[in-house]
């Protein structure tokens, strides 16, 4: 409940800052938008390609889920 919680107020600090850059101002506080991953709310780990966390990935990759991701071995 705590990261969903955390996972909203973040999004709504995002899209507040993306708004304000888009009417030419500039927020007080940009550092404190932080990435978080869409799926589980987690912050560190984070993959901007994918707007997930690595947990996340990994569990996706395995299940064949992202296209164009293959396992690696050698």
Known sequence: MAR???K???QNALKKHLRAL????????STR???RC?????R???MRFFG????CFRE???NGDIPGVTKSSW
Not at 22 to 29: E, L
């Open 4 to 6: 969903l919680a955390l």
């Open 8 to 10: 909203n107020k973040q």
């Open 22 to 29: 888009a009417d030419g101002r500039k927020s007080k506080f």
């Open 33 to 35: 938008v932080y990435n």
């Open 38 to 42: 869409a799926l589980c709310g987690r």
């Open 44 to 46: 560190h780990g984070f």
């Open 52 to 55: 997930i966390c690595r947990i």
């Open 60 to 62: 996706l990759a395995s």
